[in-house]
């Protein structure tokens, strides 16, 4: 079986212990509290658009730590009570513009994509980070599991469900999260921080299992960790005890969702066993599309696939 990695048959078995440091419960439970208690202070403008049917939503939140969570809203005209679908982006980029959102305000969903702070799109990082960092966002306040970019990234997306939840335009008993590498990592997150999800489709997650990623991907941001110790080895003991905190490994036994999970088995970013690593972890309704020849993608058609999930699961 082709792979950078290991042979399938060890993938489905590979189930490494967690990393999960003794307070990483009250960890999450403090965050989650504190950003909840920040009031959204939310500024919602109809933008025009041209799709008939539908209305286009710019959305701004307060951030927790400080800044501004910045989403792109599609709904259709009148909508009350629908299906809801949330899409988070991969590293570096921005939510989907708003004619990837238009197929799903056509088929009746509100549909949302949310920029993650200070990547490619509008939303903005206020956070004060100690020290330095390498280039990139993996680095980032690593000193302080507190004061860690993901900490903030992973509760700005739990942040913008709770708000759309509350939408009459939503009906809260049927949302969904998705997206792909990073976006399909900050879904894992969200799974487990949160039980608001019915459905979760993450691809091709990145930030999963990082001292194994760190190990064998060959390429992407995975680096920046590596780059980091090797200028800062006397900081390895807390780079990984701060990164256990944000690994999708350590959170996917708290996933309460039904979960559908993509791999490449040629993935050279995000590496097959950080994915199963995850996956094995699970104790959901679940199942792993595994493609053979993929590098760190999911190929064409599984948007077809995606979008039979998505439509009959919610």
């Known amino acids: 079986m082709p792979s950078i990695d290991m042979p399938l048959s060890e993938l489905t078995e590979y189930r490494p212990p967690l990393t999960r440091s003794h307070d990483f419960d009250a960890y999450w439970s403090e965050t989650l509290s504190e950003s909840r208690a920040l009031a959204y202070d939310a500024r919602v403008a109809l933008k025009p658009y041209p799709g008939e049917g539908v209305e286009l939503l710019d959305v701004e939140l307060a951030a927790f730590g400080g800044g501004t969570i910045f989403c792109k809203l599609m709904r259709p005209k009148g909508a009350r009570s629908l299906p809801a679908i949330v899409f988070y982006h991969g590293y570096s980029g921005e939510a989907p513009l708003p004619f990837g959102l238009l197929p799903w305000a056509c088929q009746g969903f509100v549909a949302m994509g949310v920029d993650c702070r200070g990547q490619g799109g509008r939303s903005t990082d206020g956070a004060v980070y100690p020290g330095g960092h390498r280039p990139g966002f993996m680095t980032q306040g690593i000193e302080d599991p507190k004061r860690y970019y993901y900490r903030y990234a992973y509760a700005d997306c739990v942040r913008a469900l709770d708000w759309l939840s509350e939408q009459d335009?939503?009906?809260?008993?049927?949302?969904?999260?998705?997206?792909?590498?990073?976006?399909?990592?900050?879904?894992?997150?969200?799974?487990?921080?949160?039980?608001?999800?019915?459905?979760?489709?993450?691809?091709?997650?990145?930030?999963?299992?990082?001292?194994?990623?760190?190990?064998?991907?060959?390429?992407?941001?995975?680096?920046?960790?590596?780059?980091?110790?090797?200028?800062?080895?006397?900081?390895?003991?807390?780079?990984?005890?701060?990164?256990?905190?944000?690994?999708?490994?350590?959170?996917?036994?708290?996933?309460?969702?039904?979960?559908?999970?993509?791999?490449?088995?040629?993935?050279?970013?995000?590496?097959?066993?950080?994915?199963?690593?995850?996956?094995?972890?699970?104790?959901?309704?679940?199942?792993?599309e595994v493609f053979e020849f993929a590098r760190h993608e999911s190929p064409m058609h599984f948007a077809e696939t995606r979008f039979e999930i998505i439509k009959t699961g919610l």
């Open 169 to 288: 335009e939503v009906d809260e008993h049927r949302m969904g999260i998705t997206g792909i590498s990073q976006g399909g990592g900050l879904t894992l997150a969200v799974a487990g921080l949160s039980d608001r999800p019915k459905l979760a489709v993450p691809e091709v997650p990145y930030l999963c299992h990082f001292r194994r990623s760190v190990d064998v991907a060959t390429a992407g941001p995975y680096a920046e960790i590596s780059d980091w110790l090797r200028n800062r080895p006397e900081m390895s003991e807390q780079t990984w005890q701060t990164l256990s905190y944000v690994d999708g490994m350590n959170l996917a036994d708290r996933i309460r969702c039904r979960t559908v999970v993509t791999v490449g088995l040629w993935d050279d970013i995000c590496p097959p066993s950080s994915v199963y690593a995850a996956y094995n972890h699970m104790q959901v309704d679940k199942r792993i």
